[in-house]
């Protein structure tokens, strides 16, 4: 009777081992995939990291643009009272040296 049962335990454990390596098997495949969509999702992130650096540039020169604007725009408001205010002195001049 044990050799009969000896002989089933090894058709069994054949047959488990025939399993375990299928799962591994599958496991492996598995494991590939898995790895080849990450390595997809990081290779994103770079691309998407790139993207953003190159757009925080773009804006930043932007900006720096706009300040440059707004500064000769406040200089030209600047520049036209004065022209305002120098008028209104010579004017005060001509008023004055009349009375002289």
Known sequence: ???G????????FGT???DVGTLQEDFAAFRNDALTH???V???FDFLESEYHAISTGVAR????IAMFGKQFADRQELEQLKV???ELQERIAELESEM
């Open 1 to 3: 009777m044990l050799r």
């Open 16 to 18: 488990l081992q025939d």
């Open 5 to 12: 049962d000896v002989g089933v335990l090894r058709a069994d």
């Open 85 to 87: 205010r120098v008028a």
């Open 62 to 65: 932007i900006e720096a643009q």
């Open 38 to 40: 990450f390595d997809r």
């Open 42 to 44: 990081y290779q994103r």
